[in-house]
């Protein structure tokens, strides 16, 4: 079969900048968002999450905003270190499908010491 | 949060035969689900594996190519049967609560 290369969108940044990666997400009837961190070789981690009802959800070093009006999501990580440097997916669940997890398209972070 | 383990963690195997993962949880849970992630691509929902239930598939996915067995609240396989080039890919195992969703470390497949 044909050969996929990696197609990622990226985003690079210099090691203590603040780094803000967005999704369009597909689904108005989306129930809850989780963000996931992908390094090479690993399972997807979890980051955040924020339900339909909230706009704004904060971590440590990390905020999720949702913007249902224009379905749309962002991560911001402060003072972006190497170690944050991976694929970053955001995924969206609407309760009555069944609880499944539907992902985004992704994007690689790189981050500049 | 589940600890979750998958065994194989990597396989290269010939076309036309089968592989079977095993995907093993640390605690008790209803919903596991299987994901396929092909090189470079996001992850794709394969199956939903509840216990006491046949798989539900989503589309695109079809029980003869990727049986699922789900024995008990801890344990589910996945079986990649007739294998061809295309299904080189990582397969990996999640699970959930009513909200957050953990995965596994995921099985990465080469079919030559």
């Known amino acids: 079969g044909e050969s996929v290369g990696l197609h990622l969108p990226t985003l690079s940044v210099q090691e203590g900048d603040n780094s803000i990666i967005n999704c369009a997400y597909s689904n108005s009837a989306s129930d809850y968002f989780i963000w996931y961190k992908q390094e090479s070789g690993k399972g997807p981690q979890f980051i955040i999450d924020i339900r339909s009802n909230m706009n704004k959800r904060q971590g440590q070093r990390v905020t999720v905003l949702l913007n249902k009006t224009v379905k749309h999501l962002s991560l911001q990580i402060a003072a972006t270190q190497p170690g944050d440097s991976a694929v970053y997916f955001c995924?969206?669940?609407?309760?009555?499908?069944?609880?499944?997890?539907?992902f985004g398209q992704g994007t690689e972070l790189s981050v500049k010491p | 949060s589940a600890v979750i383990s998958q065994k194989p963690s990597r396989d290269i195997c010939q076309r036309g035969t089968s592989l079977t993962i095993q995907c093993q949880v640390d605690s008790q849970v209803t919903m596991m689900f299987w994901y396929r992630q092909q090189p470079g691509q996001s992850l794709t929902l394969i199956a939903t594996a509840n216990q006491g239930s046949e798989a539900t598939y989503e589309s695109g996915f079809v029980i003869d190519k990727f049986p699922i067995s789900r024995p008990n609240l801890t344990f589910s396989t996945l079986t990649v049967s007739n294998m061809s080039p295309e299904d080189s890919s990582i397969y990996l195992c999640s699970v959930s609560g009513y909200d957050e969703q953990y995965f596994g470390p995921g099985t990465r497949l080469t079919v030559t």
């Open positions: 995924a969206e669940k609407e309760y009555n499908q069944g609880g499944k997890l539907i």
